[in-house]
């Protein structure tokens, strides 16, 4: 049901945002921008306020404590620790994931990025001269609303280079897998509860574009990371082998030595429930810039 057609209420409803959002609204523009849109198109309404205001968890806090937790003096990104140990990666049913079938990976302690790369990160990367400017689709990475936006429209090669210039690299597959899932396999990296919105950015939570980094604490993985589902898709260091799990080694995989389109995992805010599990992969040409395509950095632990 259409909503707003009154503007007293649609300014009461607005006023009631700002004493919601007291003391951050400053910091989170955005979703006063969009409630806006989605009022001049028609198309605001009561639940789609409701979900979006979900993503903030607010009176609610997650239950998971990072192991150990460290800062990246280069730019400002926090890092939550995976110890080392054998996880399972991959799914069970390979009738729809026969790229994903399940096997038990080793792996040795690393430290990954409890949050995805996000636009003033990346901002960061060019102005010390190691980054290049991103493709003109994205017109928000630099304005200051969108911040701390997940930086998107990236090829491989610019995430890259900026894991590189932050002191740290692109994850592989395995550990950006267990850092997004721990060695339950669990589904989600929550656990196994259905994706909703005080957890996930994907299609039912109504969004339908990037929200910041911060958003979903409920949503962490057994370690700490946020929007490991959902919100923007993520570069990883592997070449895509679509049989590549049949031959796998058991310690520190790394992927296929040569290939023509890299890994992606995590799924985006278009996705549905069954497209943001941690197994799910996809897989697009180092080259290509997409809109949902971002990205978030590992440094080993030694």
Known sequence: MKLFKNKKFYLSLLLSLFIFMAGISTWNLDILIRFYNSYQNGALT??????????????????????DEKTSALDGMAQVYVPEGNFLMGKGETRKN??????????????????????????????????????????????????????TYVTWGQANAYC????????????????????DGRPYPWGGEAPNARLANFSASMIHELVSIYRYPLGASPYGALNMSGNAREWVADWYGEDYYLTTPYANPTGPETGTEHSLRSGSYNEDKNEIVVTARYRHEPQSAGLSRGFRCAEGDK
């Open 46 to 67: 009561m639940e789609k306020v409701r979900l979006d205001l979900a993503s903030f968890n607010v009176g609610r806090k997650s239950s998971v404590v990072p192991i």
């Open 98 to 151: 026969a790229d994903s079938p399940l096997h038990i990976v080793l792996l040795d302690a690393f430290w990954m990025d409890k949050y995805e790369v996000s636009n003033a990160m990346y901002l960061k990367c060019i102005q010390a001269g190691k980054c290049t400017e991103l493709v003109s689709d994205n017109i928000n990475y630099q304005n200051w609303i969108y911040r701390n936006h997940p930086v």
């Open 164 to 183: 590189q210039w932050a002191g740290r690299r692109l994850p592989t597959e395995a550990q950006w897998e267990k850092a997004a899932r721990g060695t």
